[in-house]
Nanobody, 115 residues
Framework: QVQLVESGGGLVQAGGSLRLSCAASGSIFRFNTMGWYRQAPGKQRELVATMTNGGYTNYADSVKGRFTISRDNARNTVYLQMNSLKPEDTAVYYC?????????WGQGTQVTVSS
């Protein structure tokens, strides 16, 4: 059973920063890919950033240069550092992990950026 628990969301002013954490149950080495997705009200869930087991990263164009995904294997945790936040970054952020062919999701954490 895979459990992913996000934390670190909250309310921040535009231009501010937040760091999201995703703690996994057990070793994250077993996951082919881990990442972050987000869903704003009335919109589809979209990719924010992913990282493979080999360290390859992928970012949505809208967050490149502002967000950074990283992982701490010793803590079985993946992070999303979000800088220069904009109101359009407001969404529920979900942690995801893939062990082919299965995908796992966390419960989500709300990020609200005020203008």
């Amino acid at each position: 059973q895979v459990q992913l628990v996000e934390s670190g969301g909250g309310l921040v002013q535009a231009g501010g920063s937040l760091r999201l954490s995703c703690a996994a149950s057990g070793s994250i080495f077993r996951f082919n890919t881990m990442g972050w997705y987000r869903q704003a009200p009335g919109k589809q869930r979209e990719l924010v950033a992913t990282m493979t087991n080999g360290g390859y990263t992928n970012y949505a164009d809208s967050v490149k240069g502002r967000f950074t995904i990283s992982r701490d294997n010793a803590r079985n945790t993946v992070y999303l550092q979000m800088n220069s936040l904009k109101p359009e970054d407001t969404a529920v952020y979900y942690c995801a992990a893939r062990v082919a062919p299965n995908n796992y999701w966390g419960q989500g954490t709300q990020v609200t950026v005020s203008s």
